[in-house]
């Protein structure tokens, strides 16, 4: 890490000083975050402006200085029925379970332990965070 001009190490700081540095950077990085957002709808318009030209001349690559770009085609799920795409993957689940993501949802599941549920093979884990408010 390099040195910054006024840096000060966090473990050499005031509560207060903490405080008021994280909220500096969570401002910051809002900032910076909106006007990412900004920068990629002016991509997507872009880029979709550029795939309808390329498609409609019927031209795969192109060139311009040195920047190349070409279409790009790939396959995606979109499940139209959940309910039977679990059960299909049921029949077989040993040869099908990777189709899955290897995630429980926190919700559902703070629920059932709520509830007095355990869930065989999870052990809940207390994640702990800082929440910060402007007053």
Not at 23 to 41: C, F, G, H, I, N
Not at 75 to 97: C, M, Q, S, Y
């Amino acid at each position: 890490m390099t040195e910054k001009e006024g840096y000060k190490a966090p473990e050499l700081m005031a509560l207060g000083e903490l405080i008021t540095s994280i909220y500096k950077l969570k401002q910051r990085r809002k900032s910076l975050a909106e006007a990412d957002r900004d920068l990629r709808v002016e991509q997507d318009t872009l880029e979709a402006n550029l795939l309808v030209r390329l498609t409609d001349a019927e031209i795969v690559t192109a060139r311009s200085g040195n920047t190349n770009v070409t279409i790009s085609e790939i396959v995606v799920p979109a499940v139209d029925d959940f309910d039977e795409t679990l059960k299909w993957i049921g029949e077989d689940f040993d040869n099908r379970k990777h189709l899955l993501h290897r995630r429980i949802a926190s919700g559902p599941y703070k629920e059932t332990i709520n509830m007095g549920e355990s869930v065989p093979g999870i052990s809940p884990f207390t994640k702990r965070g800082i929440n910060l408010k402007k007053l």
